[in-house]
């Protein structure tokens, strides 16, 4: 059986910190050049009675978690943890994208590559780009999944939330939201389900989160023609839509446009990969 490290408590979790981290209870604490959690390794922050989750951080300039490595923290009767991976770059492989998915069961994950605490050149990091990779599909059904990127953020492969499953990008770089590259789906439940942050010092943007057409007429803000009920509003795709059924809406003309010349859309609408259908 691999170690395991259990800072759980009756009122809430504690607090682990491998490798480095930069906790709001202790500080910044200097990091590893690598750190590795092997097979069998359990490390456990969780609430067991009343109160939240605790907050687990494995940072260094390397990391690598085995597809065996278990991470909690849950909180039985309050607000689930989170757990930090922080490397300088980092690609999510199969082995990671399994441990994350598996951690994401007990609490939240933060995937971060933020150059405001990496590298940290006297622990012997060197500089790196500070991009995200996903390159094997992460599935969960609830807690938050944040990808904060120091530079891109390159979604590979699928990433697919359902049930409670929240999303948040958090871009730290000049260019922001900009730097994310969808190359694969992000599939999402509909509604506030997906959140962002552009810029070092941005704050939280929800975005609606759609995944129907709606009826014709719409102005619901929740599904694709409801845009027209917020034209400045942040909304993104969670799965395909067919669009076939508007060929027969408002007499013929079909899908109503969103917006018009005097009120136009000046809101966000993210493909996140997906598409609309016979519009």
């Keep these: 059986a691999g170690a395991a490290i259990d800072a759980s408590g009756d009122t809430g979790g504690g607090q ?3 490798g480095g981290g930069w906790s709001a209870a202790v500080g910044p604490v200097g990091k590893s050049a690598s750190l590795s959690l092997g097979e069998g390794v359990s ?18 300039q390397k990391v690598q978690i085995a597809a065996s490595a278990r991470v909690d923290t849950s909180a039985r009767n309050g607000t689930p943890g989170q757990w930090v991976i ?11 994208a399994g441990a994350i998915s598996t951690a994401l069961i007990n609490g ?10 990496t590298p940290d050149t006297s622990s012997g990091e060197s500089a790196g780009t500070g991009n995200i990779y996903v390159n094997s599909s992460i599935s969960w059904s609830a807690n938050l999944l944040t990808l904060k990127a120091a530079d891109k953020l390159y979604i590979n492969q699928i990433l697919r939330g359902t049930g409670t499953a929240g999303l948040r990008f958090q871009m730290t770089a000049a260019n922001g939201l900009d730097n994310i590259y969808f190359k694969a789906p992000v599939y999402l439940p509909a509604g506030d389900n997906l959140s962002a ?9 929800n975005i609606k989160v759609i995944t129907s057409l709606g ?10 023609q409801g845009i027209n009920g917020n034209l400045t509003g942040w909304f993104a795709l969670g ?11 408002n ?6 446009p969103l917006g018009n010349n005097a009120t136009p859309f000046n809101g966000v609408l993210w493909g996140q990969g997906h598409t609309i259908s016979d519009l």
């Design 108 to 117: 939240n994950v933060t995937v971060s590559t933020d150059s405001g605490n």
């Design 43 to 60: 490390i456990k922050a969780a609430a067991t009675g009343t109160g939240n989750g605790g907050y687990i951080e494995t940072s260094a």
């Design 239 to 249: 799965g395909d839509i067919d669009a076939s059924a508007t060929s027969g809406w």
């Design 215 to 224: 009826a014709m007429g719409s102005s619901t803000g929740a599904d694709l």
């Design 251 to 256: 007499g013929g003309l079909g899908f109503e």
């Design 16 to 18: 682990v910190l491998m």
């Design 197 to 205: 942050i552009e810029g070092p010092s941005g704050s939280v943007i």
């Design 86 to 96: 922080d490397p300088v770059d980092i690609t999510i492989d199969d082995i990671l």
